[in-house]
């Protein structure tokens, strides 16, 4: 059975940091193509970070330069750190993983995914 558990979410203040992680099992995961997506009530799914199984990476420009995704296939983990964080990267954080994407020309949307966690709640607020 595929499983995908995010941790690491919470509150932070403006500017603080915080390290998500995807804990995956049932699945190969070295060979998947994984992402991170965040999603506020009411407002679509947003793919935030992307990386393929070669650790190349792609990322949504509201982030970029703040978020960093990884993955260590050695422990079946993804990860996402965030610095600078922004009142607006307040949302529930979701990883997603797919076999057979490839493209890493920017991150795909929410229906390219077969597999998801559950989510982890980021707030960032003073």
């Known amino acids: 059975e595929v499983q995908l558990v995010e941790s690491g979410g919470g509150l932070v203040q403006p500017g603080g940091s915080l390290r998500l992680s995807c804990a995956a099992s049932?699945?190969?995961?070295?060979?998947?193509?994984m992402t991170w997506f965040r999603h506020l009530p009411g407002k679509e799914r947003e793919g935030v970070a992307a990386?393929?199984?070669?650790?190349?990476?792609a990322y949504a420009s509201s982030i970029k330069g703040r978020f960093t995704i990884s993955r260590d296939n050695a422990k079946n983990t993804l990860y996402l750190q965030m610095n600078s964080l922004k009142p607006e990267d307040t949302a529930r954080y979701y990883c997603?993983?797919?076999?057979?994407?490839?493209?890493?020309?920017?991150?795909?949307?929410?229906?390219?995914?077969?597999?998801w966690g559950q989510g982890t709640q980021v707030t960032v607020s003073s």
């Open positions: 049932g699945f190969f995961f070295g060979a998947y193509y």
């Open positions: 997603a993983a797919d076999p057979n994407y490839s493209d890493m020309g920017g991150v795909p949307g929410a229906p390219v995914f077969s597999y």
């Open positions: 990386i393929n199984e070669f650790g190349d990476t």
